[in-house]
């Protein structure tokens, strides 16, 4: 058996283990962590985030941005099922606090590089975590796709990218929606798989949401989620007030500040650790 420490924590109770592993010294494959994030067998977790220094995953940090410091930190992030994505908002969050609760990184801002980019993420005064996302594209309003709920009810949806793919449709009531299963959605436009996010407009940039992940099932709440939802929103309502704007948006396990800006978008909530300690880990094969 092996015996690994680790961190506990959530962002607006989308959970993840957080594992230190500097030097790419753990051995960490799907079956490791379908049991870390087992709430049974294991500890339970939306997902788990892999601390390591960058110059041991270089070739998977996404987009321009990387400075070559190979001492800056790579969230490796895989959902619950083993599969690795490219970002998680929530999870960069849970993962700046980390990084700065365990002097790992000097404050009040520091860089991560993710499968997604380069993204910055700073500690404010009021104890939350504001991140970048970087860029958000939606598809264009007549450019819907129908994904379809368990129980078979059909909603339009509109294709949005935050360095991962999502599926937005716009609904009167999230909390009546069956979402204990995979809603279905077209393969041929997401091969990848998609987060599906169900959104009502309670007013002028507020909204509320509720999501099944890809590789997960329905979460607490999901940052790229989150913006995702609030950049789409901005296209179904013709919203043409100019940039930035901030969005609130309510998820089950809390509410998140959203900024959209010309070229980027930011996140901003709160990153909670909850638990700390040592896990004893199944022998591979």
Same mark, same amino acid.
């Given at each position: 058996?092996? $015996? ?49 220094? #960058?110059?041991?995953? =270089? ?7 990387? &400075? ?9 992030? $895989? ?23 365990? &002097? ?6 520091? *860089?991560? *590089? ?5 993204? =910055? ?6 104890? $939350? ?41 716009? @609904? ?11 809603? $279905? ?41 989150? @913006? ?21 948006? &309510? #998820?089950?396990?809390?509410? @998140? ?29």
């Amino acid at each position: 058996m092996r $015996r690994w420490s680790f961190t506990k924590g959530h962002g607006t109770e989308n959970d993840f283990v957080v594992l230190l592993d500097r030097d790419a010294a753990l051995h960490i494959g799907p079956a490791e962590v379908r049991y870390l994030c087992d709430r049974r067998a294991g500890l339970g977790a939306d997902g788990l985030l892999r601390a390591v220094a #960058v110059r041991h995953m =270089q070739d998977e940090v996404g987009g321009p941005g990387w &400075d070559g410091d190979g001492s800056t930190w790579f969230m490796d992030y $895989r959902n619950a099922d083993g599969s690795v994505a490219e970002m998680c908002g929530n999870g960069l969050r849970v993962f700046a606090r980390f990084l700065f609760d365990a &002097d790992l990184a000097s404050g009040p801002t520091v *860089a991560i *590089a993710t499968r997604a980019g380069m993204q =910055q993420a700073t500690a404010l005064s009021d104890g $939350r975590i504001r991140v970048s996302m970087g860029p958000v594209t939606v598809g264009a309003a007549e450019a819907t796709v129908t994904v379809s709920t368990a129980d078979g009810e059909t909603f339009a949806a509109l294709p949005a990218d935050v360095g991962n793919p999502h599926a937005v449709s716009f @609904v009167d009531d999230p909390a009546r929606l069956d979402l204990h299963a995979a809603p $279905r959605y077209p393969a041929e436009t997401f091969p990848d798989g998609v987060n599906l996010e169900f959104v009502r407009e309670l007013g002028p940039r507020h909204l509320q949401l509720r999501v099944h992940e890809r590789g997960v099932g329905e979460t607490r709440s999901c940052g790229t989620g989150t @913006v995702a939802a609030a950049a789409a929103s901005r296209v179904h309502t013709a919203d043409t007030t100019p940039l930035p704007v901030t969005y609130r948006v &309510d #998820v089950p396990g809390g509410s @998140v500040e959203v900024e959209l800006a010309d070229d980027q978008a930011y996140l901003t909530g709160p990153a909670v650790l909850v638990a700390s300690g040592q896990v004893t880990v199944p022998e591979e094969g």
